[in-house]
């Protein structure tokens, strides 16, 4: 499996986790967004994720670089998930690893919102009685 990883399966919190473990990292940060249930009042009952994969790829390697870089982490990954998610389970892990904890927690930080800004993902709520496009990104 690759660091930067966009499937239409179950995602898998541990083996982004172990993609960037190691001995001499004393900060391991994880971000999972999970779908939740409801939404402004309104019962979600599942979400819908599209993107553009080939763009989306590059522009998360993109994320993962420059967090690397800026906060001279050990290593990152970003994991997203397409197409039907339940209530419940993951959309999003993001794990990053550094010498200290500080690092990892900002550079975590960075790369969800940087995500949701410039990866092209597209989320769609859908209730009992419709469903939304939310923004342009997750």
């Not at 998610?85 to 500080?102: D, L, M, N, T, Y």
Request: proline fraction near 3%; charged fraction near 30%; include cysteine.
């Amino acid at each position: 499996m690759d660091k930067i990883y966009i499937t239409e399966n179950r995602l898998n919190t541990q083996a982004c986790i172990d993609q960037v473990a190691d001995d001499g990292c004393g900060g391991l940060v994880v971000f999972v967004g999970n779908v939740r249930n409801k939404t402004k009042d309104k019962s979600v009952q599942y979400l819908d994720f599209e993107s553009y994969i080939p763009m989306a790829l590059k522009e998360m390697e993109k994320i993962a670089t420059v967090a690397i870089e800026r906060w001279n982490l050990h290593d990152m990954a970003i994991h997203h998930r397409i197409g039907r998610v339940p209530i419940g389970e993951e959309a999003v892990v993001i794990a990053c690893s550094s010498v200290h904890r500080k690092e990892s927690f900002e550079a975590c930080q960075y790369a969800i919102d940087t995500l949701k800004e410039t990866v092209p993902i597209w989320k769609k709520e859908v209730f009992e009685d419709g469903e939304v496009w939310v923004s342009a990104h997750p």
